[in-house]
């Protein structure tokens, strides 16, 4: 018997056996229709398979599904070759484009070049127009996207969906829309690029085979998560959990919801559940995920470590996700802030600036790199990171961005002493945080709000924020923020009566030397507006008028 013969024969008659494992397959039943397709597979009689292409496809995507990595390749071998002998060469362009895809993400780059090159041989056999030109331009679009070809990822992914929609292949639509509006984001077209993702997200669960379903979830919240577009992100994590969940028996991509999930929870403020999620994506779940997940759950565990104040823990977690590949930054140059190693804090920011080069990575790195900063005195970086910060933030226009650029310029002005300017942009960004539910970031404005109003004399108002970042941090169990609020404070010298701050201090010690505030202010990298408003404060607080006065002041309190 041929094959076609063979396929029209199975079409015809349906065992009872298959016509259950077929159901399992339509309700998502993975392992129950592996575990059934494979029994009838192995009953089969010599070479004489009784399981059609569409089946063997069937039953290598079950492998994939539930994580045996080795059935699924092998499967998409055989549903290739099958269909080949049956001349079903769109099944074979499918299953070589999906050997492809796999290899290429287990990083063998051999064997996923020579399945494209078989999937390419196909598509030029067809000759004309045909849906396998779809699918090789897609290996084209991804590659243009990893090395910031943007326009020129939007353009060829336009082109696959065009031909994936003339020919009515739901897969290579969805995955090219999915990468349309990714690069749109990646452009800065976030509003037109999340649309898109959006419109994309409709009809996922419902058109294209379950592997691209994942993969769609995977991108859009990764694209959210890049533009700190959170609530959308979240709304897609729940999303996807609740696909996830809805298939008890899907292994492939649970970890990667895991993490996802992890991340949602952490910024809401569910630390608990967040760890469990993450631990469960690094130890608990198997099979085919994406390789960078396990390290990007040993992350999360070392963030939510390292807020929780346990710092032992927070180093072997990242410590094991840089292991696995995950850049451990920024999250390990804030532990090493909040440990008071300034110095190797900055060395590790500095060192992950210089290697980021898109703005979408370098946004991850840059509030934290204008703390860092700060702290160590380098006020110009700080000020360039700031700067860089709000660029992007204008650029890629969404609120939470927003929000991070406004608290990296009012930490600036409070580092220059200009409390005054850093209200509002304090303001703003406390009221972006409480309206997406991240009560972590937004006690920690609070303690921010606490230092201005007390520079600016309202002891009343900073009692008020500081006492209520305090609760927020204890429900949290924000054991590290909560150590640093009961840290003492610089401030005035101890046992002084003259109130001046530490800037102060240092401006009316150049002061005492003769230096004009013009070259204070270029010593001190500030500007010559802030050294007048200094100089002021001095003069108000020591009840002077000159700077004769001023400096006999210094001279007599033992200030120099």
């Known amino acids: 018997m041929t094959q076609p013969e063979r396929e029209r024969a199975n079409k015809a008659v349906v065992s009872p056996d298959l016509a259950r494992a077929r159901a399992c397959y339509a309700r998502r039943a993975w392992k129950e229709a592996h575990d059934s397709l494979s029994a009838i597979d192995r009953a089969a009689a010599g070479d004489e398979p009784t399981l059609s292409v569409e089946d063997l496809e069937r039953l290598a995507m079950c492998a994939g599904m539930i994580g045996r990595d080795d059935a699924f390749l092998k499967g998409l071998e055989r549903t290739y070759e099958a ?58 679009v991804m590659k243009s996207f990893m090395s910031g070809e943007l326009t020129v990822a939007c353009e060829k992914a336009e082109q696959a969906a065009a031909i994936a929609d003339r020919f009515g292949d739901a897969d290579v639509l969805a995955f090219a829309r999915n990468m349309q509006g990714r690069s749109l984001v990646r452009l800065g077209k ?15 669960t419902t058109g294209p085979s379950p592997l691209i379903t994942a993969l769609i979830y995977c991108g859009v919240i990764s694209s959210c998560y890049e533009v700190h577009a959170f609530e959308r992100a979240r709304e897609w994590t729940n999303a996807l959990s609740d696909w996830c969940e809805a298939q008890p028996e899907l292994v492939a991509f649970r970890g990667t919801c895991m993490v996802h999930r992890a991340e949602v929870l952490r910024m809401g403020g569910d630390w608990s559940q967040a760890f469990e999620q993450a631990k469960r994506a690094a130890t608990g779940v198997s099979g085919m995920q994406q390789p960078d997940a396990v390290g990007e759950a040993y992350y999360e565990i070392g963030e939510i470590h390292r807020v929780r104040g346990d710092v032992e823990a927070a180093e072997l977690a990242y410590r094991t996700a840089s292991q696995h590949g995950t850049e451990p930054q920024p999250g390990l140059a804030l532990l090493r802030l909040a440990l008071g190693q300034r110095d190797a804090a900055a060395s590790g920011i500095r060192r992950v600036l210089a290697e980021a ?77 409480q309206k997406i539910g991240a009560p972590h970031a937004a006690a920690r404005l609070r303690v921010d709000l606490s230092r201005a109003c007390e520079a600016l004399g309202d002891h009343e108002g900073a009692k008020l924020e500081l006492d209520a970042a305090r609760a927020a941090f204890a429900e949290l169990g924000a054991a590290l923020d909560l150590a640093a609020l009961d840290a003492p404070q610089p401030g005035p010298t101890a046992g002084a009566a003259h109130g001046l701050t530490q800037r102060e201090l240092q401006v009316l010690r150049l002061v005492a030397t003769g230096k004009t505030n013009k070259s204070i202010a270029s010593e001190l990298f500030l500007s010559e507006k802030t050294i007048d408003r200094h100089v002021s404060n001095i003069f108000t607080k020591v009840r002077v008028s000159s700077r004769a006065a001023a400096t006999a002041f210094a001279y007599e309190h033992r200030l120099i």
Not at 94 to 114: H, K, L, N, P, Y
Not at 369 to 391: H, T, W
Not at 398 to 414: D, I, K, M, Q, S
Request: glycine share 8%; proline share 3%; aromatic share 8%.
């Open 83 to 140: 269909a080949l002998l049956a001349g079903d060469h769109q099944r074979a362009m499918r299953a070589a484009f999906w050997s492809f895809m796999r290899f290429q993400a287990m990083r063998e780059s051999g064997r996923a070049s020579g399945w494209l090159t078989r999937c390419q041989r196909l598509v030029e056999g067809e000759g004309g127009d045909n849906v396998g030109q779809g699918y090789l331009l897609i290996p084209l």
């Open 190 to 204: 976030v509003r037109e690029g999340i649309a898109l993702l959006d419109e994309n997200m409709l009809t996922a």
């Open 357 to 433: 080069r898109s703005p979408i990575s370098r946004t991850k790195l840059l509030p934290a790199a204008v703390e860092i900063l700060l702290a160590v005195d380098a006020v110009e970086e700080a000020r360039a990171a700031c700067r860089e910060l709000e660029e992007t933030a204008s650029r890629f226009e969404t609120e939470a961005l927003g929000a991070l650029a406004a608290h990296a310029r009012a930490t600036v002005h409070l580092y220059e002493d200009d409390a005054q300017a850093a209200l509002g942009p304090l303001r703003r960004a406390f009221w972006v945080w």
